[in-house]
């Protein structure tokens, strides 16, 4: 009888969660590991979550960066059809909202439902997010599959100042 393989043997399906979990960590040098050792950046899990979903969702500024410069696509969706930019404006970061603008995040994306990362960001009074997300181009206008708008929940909430 052979002795058992000392080298842990680990599913595609694993591998990607650990790749997203050092996303999710912050783990710098652990995600250059497996980028350079060539996983696919834009990986996701069974939610549809990618290394940079879970790392701009969680403030992790550096690990996102890197995913960014090494090819990460800031648009890709999960299974829901929400980017990273939806997340981040659901959150309140503008300074992750404007490293995902920099790197040619679509302002404008809408997840399954038609909602748009400025409707998350009025929807939860993330009032910062909202001007940043104009400044960025995002139409305050773009309806959801409900009929509503960044601009008419705005007046609901009695916050139509933030629109010119």
Not at 101 to 118: E, F, K, Q, W, Y
Not at 143 to 149: H, Q
């Given at each position: 009888m052979s002795p058992p393989d000392p080298t842990p043997?680990?599913?595609?399906?694993?591998?990607?969660?650990?790749?997203?979990?050092?996303?999710?960590?912050?783990?710098?040098?652990?995600?250059?590991?497996?980028?350079d050792a060539g996983m696919a950046i834009d990986a996701q899990d069974s939610r549809g979550y990618t290394a940079l979903?879970?790392?701009?969702?969680?403030?992790?500024?550096?690990?996102?960066?890197?995913?960014?410069?090494?090819?990460?696509?800031?648009?890709?969706?999960?299974?829901?059809?929400?980017?990273?930019l939806a997340g981040v404006a659901f959150k309140g970061d503008p300074s992750m909202a404007?490293?995902?603008?920099?790197?040619?995040?679509?302002?404008?994306?809408?997840?399954?439902?038609?909602?748009?990362?400025?409707?998350?960001?009025?929807m939860f009074g993330r009032d910062d997010m909202a001007r940043l997300l104009l400044e960025a181009g995002a139409d305050p206008d773009a309806?959801?599959?409900?009929?509503?708008?960044p601009r008419i929940l705005a007046a609901r909430q009695d916050r139509a100042d933030l629109f010119p």
């Open positions: 043997t680990y599913t595609p399906e694993q591998i990607t969660a650990l790749f997203i979990d050092a996303a999710r960590e912050g783990d710098l040098p652990l995600l250059t590991e497996f980028i979903i879970v790392a701009t969702y969680n403030g992790r500024h550096e690990a996102a960066e890197l995913l960014l410069t090494r090819g990460a696509d800031p648009d890709q969706r999960d299974a829901k059809g929400a980017t990273a404007r490293l995902l603008v920099s790197h040619g995040a679509t302002v404008d994306a809408r997840n399954t439902v038609g909602r748009t990362p400025l409707l998350f960001a009025i309806t959801d599959g409900e009929g509503a708008s």
